[in-house]
Nanobody, 118 residues
Framework: QVQLVESGGGLVPPGESLRLSCAAS????????MCWYRQAPGKERELVATISGAGTTTNYADSMKGRVTISRDNAKNMLYLQVNTLEAEDTATYYC???????????WGTGTLVTVSS
């Protein structure tokens, strides 16, 4: 069974940094590209970053480029998202996604909530 479990969210003051984690299981992790999306309250889902299966290629949303880093540890079946200099506008639920992992369909985790507030 394909499963993605995010962690690392919480209440964070503006200007701080946060590292989100996603534990993957049930599939050959290194064979699949992964990405992070986020959804702020009342807004549409937004792609944050993607990473290739080997971790050698990354892409970032223009709105967050320079403040986020996506990475993965294929030996541990873990995906990460480092977000620096957090702003109130970063308040959202962050999801990790395994791209095309289930008969071509993407699988989403349940998300982790990040709230940026003083």
């Amino acid at each position: 069974q394909v499963q993605l479990v995010e962690s690392g969210g919480g209440l964070v003051p503006p200007g701080e940094s946060l590292r989100l984690s996603c534990a993957a299981s049930g599939f050959s992790f290194s064979d699949y590209a992964m990405c992070w999306y986020r959804q702020a309250p009342g807004k549409e889902r937004e792609l944050v970053a993607t990473i290739s299966g080997a971790g050698t290629t990354t892409n970032y949303a223009d709105s967050m480029k320079g403040r986020v880093t996506i990475s993965r540890d294929n030996a541990k079946n873990m995906l990460y998202l480092q977000v620096n200099t957090l702003e109130a506008e970063d308040t959202a639920t962050y999801y990790c996604i395994a791209i095309g992992v289930l008969h071509g369909m993407d699988i989403w985790g349940t998300g982790t909530l990040v709230t940026v507030s003083s």
